[in-house]
């Protein structure tokens, strides 16, 4: 992650390529650099921090050793990159673009490597010296390895090796009016020019040139050249593709076409967990935590109580949290909002593990609630999106949820990364404990790893429900939603998403509780959205449900497609893929998301910016 920018033409490269990477300023990022082709060689710069640091180093020396006047020289084929750091520490050194060891190729990436460790090795056996911490540099490398005098084929065979999910543009020094590139998952678009051709991971970058595009499907190999483009698959067959025109301003350009930020970030959910786990999950059989400011296997090794700070979506993270740490590591949890936890003076010391989840790393309770743990000897670990925040400075450990920037105010795909990096935790301390048997551990990752594919494949197929769902229900003025261990914190994040776009009132309940008085709130046709995905417990929540819908309820409900036990009980029913019940969670909130999305938009509500809240909580 996070931005990519290219350019091949007659102008000079080195500005065009920094007004691309500032259009894709939104997104986020931690470090940037740009290469372009000079008089022979590449001249590439990088620097940590935003854009402004990176302008002040191309007045200095360059990371090849030339300085400004080098690179203010006419250089008409470039690349350029906004890194967000998922492999290695924010540096110089792991900021892109990438070269091979001669510096005659250089890349930027988007995504994440899986097979990486296996390729440098082999790479590391042929005498290639790597100079960074990332996965990334081991595309450099490969084309470089691979390359006959032909970039574009040196860039077919090196994609033919990798594993993952990612987009790359390469350009060579031998070649230097050539950009190659490939697209698996991650986004990468093609600006058409006039004697000049723009490659970029968003339409942002070179809207300002061009509203001519191509697009490039999963495994595609793109040439580009000042005066024509070409598309192939993997296998070097060739492919038409038409040349679109966008009639997109600025901000749509930012919202990749989506009427919302949120729309586009609960599409961004496949791509954001992968993100998250991809790495994580390399090796198919196991966990890897061991990564830049996590805590080391002898702490949690040694935990025997954890505790959950947390609040809002995050809270409802850390709940689903509890379910998979009991239920695999087999040690005890509690759970607190943090803005309780901070005054009721806990009880809490040395041998406790406690766990604040913030997306931004910055909210105030949260962070109060982390303090007073580590100063009574507690051991803290992070989760949170944000480098740099205060929560990770604030802790012992952290792990991050990589979801990318989050521009809408209700959470979406940082919810589900939080939800991801708690199952991969569970799945560490069960490792670690010996409470699961290796075989479960690796049927679990192997689930854990489908998981994109399974949203990808969820949000395509339950659009038309949903709409068709909202449609029926989206003028009631009150709903309650339901739901029985791991669905309940789904309930309860669903019945938030509502309430805070669509701001109609909305009760949550674990479905056990509805004789304990929820019931006496339904009435002819009250919404009560179940969430009654597999688990040992759908037989009881599927009598909650009679109840409701004899009360005259009108009953949604979220079951597991080929389940049949839920859809006789209920009005209508949107189904998610199967996959282990506790992995459930991830896969159930979508619909929900998507449902509180279509109500509020029918509302003629703005889903972004929801009346009186703020994306970060920074006071009490």
Not at 101 to 112: E, F, K, P, Q, T
Not at 564 to 574: F, I, Y
């Amino acid at each position: 992650m996070c931005g990519i920018v290219g350019y091949v033409g007659a102008r000079p490269a080195r500005e065009l390529l920094l007004d691309g990477l500032h259009k894709l300023e939104y997104r986020g990022y931690d470090s940037a650099g740009i290469s372009v082709i000079a008089d022979g060689r590449i001249d590439a710069v990088r620097a940590v921090g935003n854009l402004s640091a990176l302008r002040a180093k191309l007045n200095g020396p360059s990371d090849s050793g030339r300085g400004d006047a080098a690179a203010a020289r006419p250089a008409g084929t470039g690349i350029g990159h906004t890194r967000w750091a998922t492999h290695g520490r924010v540096s110089e050194e792991n900021a892109h673009p990438h070269s091979d060891s001669a510096d005659r190729v250089h890349v930027v990436v988007n995504g994440i490597v899986e097979n990486y460790m296996a390729l440098k090795q082999r790479l590391l056996e042929h005498g290639c010296v790597f100079t960074s911490e990332t996965d990334a540099e081991v595309i450099a490398h490969l084309i470089a390895e691979r390359y006959e005098g032909d970039l574009v084929d040196a860039v077919r065979r090196a994609y033919l090796e990798l594993e993952g999910h990612f987009a790359f543009v390469a350009m060579s020094v031998d070649e230097p009016d050539v950009l190659a590139g490939a697209r698996k998952e991650c986004p990468l678009i093609i600006g058409r020019g006039e004697g000049e051709q723009f490659v970029a991971s968003a339409v942002p970058a070179f809207l300002a040139e061009t509203r001519r595009v191509q697009v490039i499907n999963n495994g595609e190999i793109v040439r580009l050249a000042p005066n024509e483009v070409t598309i192939t698959t993997a296998d070097g067959a060739p492919v038409e593709r038409a040349v679109e025109t966008v009639d997109w301003d600025q901000e749509t350009a930012e919202k990749g076409g989506y009427e919302t930020f949120m729309l586009k970030e609960i599409h961004e959910q496949a791509d954001a967990l992968a993100e998250t786990i991809a790495d994580r999950t390399a090796s198919g059989t196991g966990v890897d935590l061991d990564e830049d400011g996590a805590l080391g296997d002898p702490v949690l090794t040694g935990a025997r109580r954890i505790v959950i700070v947390a609040c809002g979506t995050a809270y409802h993270a850390g709940v689903i949290g509890r379910y998979a740490i009991e239920e695999w590591a087999r040690i005890p949890v509690e759970i607190d909002i943090a803005s309780e936890y901070r005054y009721r003076n806990p009880v809490v010391g040395p041998g406790d593990l406690v766990i604040g989840i913030s997306q931004s790393g910055e909210t105030a309770d949260t962070l109060a609630a982390m303090r007073l743990a580590r100063e009574r000897g507690a051991t803290v670990l992070a989760v949170t999106n944000t480098m740099g925040s205060q929560a990770t400075r604030d802790a012992d450990g952290v792990l991050f949820t990589r979801a990318g920037l989050e521009i809408g105010v209700a959470a979406t795909k940082t919810f589900v990364c939080q939800v991801a990096v708690m199952y991969l935790l569970a799945l560490r301390l069960a490792e670690l404990h010996r409470t699961l048997p290796p075989e479960r551990v690796s049927q679990l990752v192997a689930e854990i790893k489908h998981l994109p594919h399974s949203i990808d494949e969820l949000i395509g197929d339950c659009e038309a429900s949903v709409q068709q769902i909202a449609a029926s229900c989206w003028e009631s003025e009150f709903f309650l939603y339901i739901g029985r261990h791991v669905g309940l914190p789904v309930a309860l994040e669903g019945a938030l998403k509502l309430k805070e776009i669509s701001y109609i009132s909305t009760d949550a309940y674990a479905a056990g509780e509805m004789k304990h008085g929820p019931i006496a709130l339904l009435e002819e046709s009250t919404p009560v959205v179940c969430v009654a995905t597999r688990s040992p417990v759908l037989d009881k929540l599927v009598s909650n449900v009679q109840e409701a819908r004899a009360r005259g309820a009108r009953v949604i409900a979220i079951a597991t497609a080929g389940e049949g036990l839920v859809e006789a009980h209920a009005d209508a029913t949107m189904s998610v893929p199967a996959t282990d019940w506790m992995l459930q969670p991830i896969l159930a909130v979508i619909p929900l998301q998507l449902l509180a999305y279509a109500i509020a938009r029918r509302r003629d509500l703005n889903v972004d910016q929801p009346r009186n809240l703020a994306k970060t909580v920074t006071v009490e």
